[in-house]
Nanobody, 122 residues
Framework: QVQLVESGGGLVQPGGSLRLSCAAS????????MGWYRQAPGNERELVAH???????NYADSVKGRFTISRDNAKNTVSLQMNSLKPEDTAVYYC????????????????WGQGIQVTVSS
């Protein structure tokens, strides 16, 4: 019914930049929050950034000032511009979206992308 597909990951040197994108498709009536999470080996999954349908964004302290989240409501996409990358940013990044699928019930269901690898290494 609904699918989130991430793109843009890869290997980058410390101090470099990457841009992650996520596209939601399928039976979508509305999307409230969209965001990015990450999980490094041995660590818990943590919030990186999220953004409301109105454009209000929140960031983890560890990425504030370096990462910028944005979304295109018409295209059901969310992006994460990552600058000044550090080795500790290395993780699998997951796209998340709370999606309404029915015109008849006001219910938002969280969906997750498959995850995309970001590796920061010299």
């Amino acid at each position: 019914q609904v699918q989130l597909v991430e793109s843009g990951g890869g290997l980058v040197q410390p101090g470099g930049s990457l841009r992650l994108s996520c596209a939601a498709s399928g039976s979508i009536v509305g999307i409230t929050s969209m965001g990015w999470y990450r999980q490094a080996p041995g660590n818990e999954r943590e919030l990186v950034a999220h953004i409301s349908s109105g454009g209000s964004a929140n960031y983890a302290d560890s990425v504030k000032g370096r990462f910028t989240i944005s979304r295109d409501n018409a295209k059901n996409t969310v992006s994460l511009q990552m600058n000044s990358l550090k080795p500790e940013d290395t993780a699998v990044y997951y796209c998340n979206a709370d999606i309404r699928q029915s015109y008849y019930t006001v219910t938002y269901i969280p969906y997750w992308g498959q995850g995309i690898q970001v590796t920061v290494s010299s």
